[in-house]
């Protein structure tokens, strides 16, 4: 299994540009997230999505976008970059049974670097 | 809500000293409580886990945590350290009725030779 790859690995935008961060897991992993990574900050949740078509907010979603149309693919979109949005990006899946009380380990990829200018 | 604090943004040893990071989280429910490691370029891993029975947790690599509930603590510990454990080290908190883990902000643990 290749786990959760992530495309592309380094990006430079310009304010006002688009894109779309790309993230696909092999797992059939149900649950998959969005995090940002700043320095000194630890990471945030940006989205999440606990299956196909099901995407919800996390705690910094403004400038973002997100869609799950297949199990797999779990792709973050940018409108409008802004310098605010300069981080690192990593995706993450799980699986979850849906008990409560269960857990899951995150997995994560190897991360998105940009950087907007 | 829950909320994680990591006491210590950076922590450098020498190699073969004892190393502790400090982890406090607060919630108003039962936790589940985690480490993860990152070393550079590299997403996350899980290093170990707390989600019920003994407190003191362990990984294969030599770490331990504990978790104390009076405390609120969930520290982790090596007794000798190498230099390939340097990387960066976060501590994350999930209800154990939630599906979200909130993290702390990372502790860089640097081993000199």
């Known amino acids: 299994n290749a786990g959760v790859t992530q495309t592309p690995k380094f990006r430079i935008l310009k304010i006002g540009q688009s894109m779309t961060l790309q993230c696909t897991q092999d797992m059939n992993h149900n649950y998959m997230y969005w995090y940002r990574q700043d320095p000194g900050m630890g990471l945030k949740l940006i989205y999440y999505s606990v299956g196909a078509g099901i995407t919800d907010k996390g705690e910094v979603p403004n400038g973002y976008n997100v869609s799950r149309s297949t199990t797999e693919d779990f792709p973050l979109r940018l409108e409008l970059a802004a310098p605010s949005q300069t981080s690192v990006y990593f995706c993450?899946?799980?699986?979850?049974?849906?008990?409560?009380?269960?857990?899951?380990?995150?997995?994560f990829g190897p991360g998105t670097r940009l950087t907007v200018t | 809500a829950q909320s994680v604090t990591q006491l210590d943004s950076q922590v450098p040893v020498f190699e073969e000293a004892p190393v502790e990071l400090r982890c406090n989280y607060s919630?108003?429910?039962?936790?589940?409580l985690f480490w993860y490691v990152q070393y550079p370029n590299q997403g996350l891993q899980l290093l170990l886990k707390y989600l019920s029975g003994s407190t003191l947790v362990k990984s294969i690599n030599g770490f331990e945590a504990e978790f104390n509930k009076s405390q609120t603590s969930f520290h982790l510990r090596k007794p000798s350290v190498h230099i390939s454990d340097t990387a960066e080290y976060f501590c994350a908190v999930k209800e154990t009725s939630g599906s979200r883990l909130t993290f702390g902000e990372g502790t860089q643990l640097t081993v000199n030779p």
């Open positions: 919630s108003s429910v039962s936790v589940y």
């Open positions: 993450a899946s799980s699986y979850s049974s849906g008990v409560a009380g269960g857990w899951d380990e995150q997995y």
